[in-house]
């Protein structure tokens, strides 16, 4: 019998299909439940580098108020803001999104129609926390 043309054999004799596995980058179109999906593992990856920040600013506040000023006044600038605005937003991006994992690990949620809205939700409770917390902390004399 004929094998179809768009197989081929590894050595030892294994077929393999010379097809894609999946569709191409160019063609695929991005869907809100894969940008979710990425979004919440590059939140991930920036919580582990904040924490090694948390964990520099601990010392810093431990070495003394020379140290501690510094730090301070690197968070003061325009960049040190976006890098703990990027990290808040992480943080509550990272935390909404693992709750509507619970409830999909408890097998709720799995309707097309529900993970948009939850992950629309999301999206909108993460914005919202963060800026009740940067709001908050201003209010509070938070200020750098």
């Known amino acids: 019998m004929r094998e179809p043309d768009d197989l081929s054999t590894f050595p030892g004799g294994m077929k393999h ?4 596995l999946s569709p191409h980058l160019q063609i695929y179109r991005p869907q809100l439940t894969s940008v979710l999906s990425i979004a919440h593992r590059g ?3 920036l919580l582990a580098a904040g924490a090694l920040f948390l964990v520099y ?9 020379d140290a501690f000023n510094f730090l301070r006044s690197l968070a003061g600038t325009w960049y040190g803001q976006g890098v703990l605005l990027g ?10 999104n693992g709750i509507r994992h619970l409830f999909w690990d408890a097998g709720v949620g ?3 129609s529900t ?3 939850s992950g629309r939700a999301v999206v909108a409770a993460s914005l919202v926390l963060t ?10 004399g938070g200020g750098a």
Do not use: D, K
Not at 131 to 140: E, G, P, Q, R, S
């Open 43 to 45: 939140t991930g990856i």
């Open 131 to 140: 800026a009740a917390t940067w709001v908050a902390a201003a209010l509070m």
């Open 110 to 112: 799995f309707e097309l």
């Open 57 to 65: 600013w601990l010392n810093a506040l431990a070495s003394g108020p």
């Open 115 to 117: 993970a948009y809205r």
């Open 17 to 20: 299909s010379t097809r894609p």
């Open 87 to 96: 990290f808040c937003f992480s943080l509550f991006y990272h935390l909404c």
